[in-house]
């Protein structure tokens, strides 16, 4: 799980958002992982965002309580504007997202931890035509556990 606070510039727009993604990840091998998300997002300025994503990791462990997991992967987003002026407006975007926690494992199969993160558009589309692509760059927490393994 990650819940994200986030600070997103474009070319004349700049604006904070929180997001929430549940993720789901499994190690095919020892410490490579792959996995999935789907997510939620509302920003300030009344856009509201929907997630789907799929990635990859590679988790280090610095000791037996502490690792650091970095996870990149591609985003699809489909947002909309409601009740913006009389109308509704909405676009897409796909985007490369990466994301390296330093996890705390306080006890087993539990972890916290908190990392940086980096998002930015691929392709961006509003309302069918090429959009400003946006970049974001902040500090993400996550919280989660696992079964089997060590």
Known sequence: MKFSVLHQSQTNNSYTTF???????YFVSTNVSVGGLLGISKDFDGRHTFLLGARGGYNVFLSNAASLWVRGGLIYGHYSY????????SGNYLALQIYAPLLWHPVPHFFLGAGPSFEADLISRFQGNSADKAVAIGVSSTIGGYFGGL
């Not at 997001?19 to 990840?25: F, H, I, N, R």
């Not at 409601?82 to 407006?89: A, L, N, W, Y």
């Open 19 to 25: 997001e929430l993604q549940p993720a789901l990840d």
């Open 82 to 89: 409601s009740g913006v002026g009389t109308q509704d407006f």
